[in-house]
């Protein structure tokens, strides 16, 4: 049913429903456990799952690094709508945005349906949002024993998106899921740090 995705280019993961998404992200962990692929290709696999499953604009794989209140973000992966894989680069620093940092943190899950409205993103939208036509966020955090160290960024590019509530558990699901392969692979999430190259 799976074979391996080639290097670069289209996932080849079935997307059918969702215990196929949930099947296709598990055999992508087996896959990095098992060596077969790297970090790199993980990324920009799991990019890709999330979202085609979701149908937002485009997805992005962010690391945290950093002690509390001097944490920094930074994007790994993206992948977009048109099925373009790109590189990250992007930071975003906790001191400028403490309290979106803040809840992102203790509830595990950041949604904003109106990126322009949302007080807690103000101090993000001139520097961030606004160039990137981002209008709408669902984000979800990675956790292993009680440390954040990444971000599942779902945006929605143009134009404002209600999350519903079953997008908003299932992107939960998977990044417990995505912390599960780290669990499985070692104590520390270091497997998750790597170059920032994409293809």
Not at 21 to 38: E, H, N, T, V, Y
Not at 146 to 155: D, W
Request: net charge negative.
């Amino acid at each position: 049913m799976y074979r391996q995705a080639p290097a670069a280019g289209a996932s080849t993961l079935p997307m059918s429903n969702d215990p196929a998404l949930d099947a296709s992200l598990k055999f992508l962990g087996a896959q990095l456990a098992a060596g077969d692929i790297d970090r790199p290709h993980y990324r920009r696999e799991l990019a890709a799952l999330v979202q085609r499953a979701l149908g937002c604009s485009r997805v992005g794989l962010w690391q945290i690094q950093g002690d509390s209140g001097r944490r920094v973000m930074r994007c790994l992966a993206r992948h977009d709508e048109h099925g373009g894989a790109h590189p990250g680069g992007d930071e975003i620093h906790e001191h400028q945005y403490r309290d979106y940092f803040a809840r992102l943190v203790q509830q595990g899950v950041y949604v904003a349906h109106d990126t322009a409205t949302d007080p807690v993103l103000a101090p993000m939208f001139p520097s961030y949002l606004a160039p990137h036509d981002v209008r709408a966020m669902l984000d979800a955090a990675f956790t292993l024993n009680g440390q954040t160290f990444g971000v599942v960024c779902c945006e929605q590019l143009g134009r404002e998106r209600t999350w519903a509530l079953a997008e908003i558990t299932r992107l939960k699901r998977w990044a417990s899921m995505v912390s599960l392969h780290t669990a499985r692979l070692e104590r520390e999430p270091s497997w998750w740090e790597g170059p920032l190259e994409v293809v």
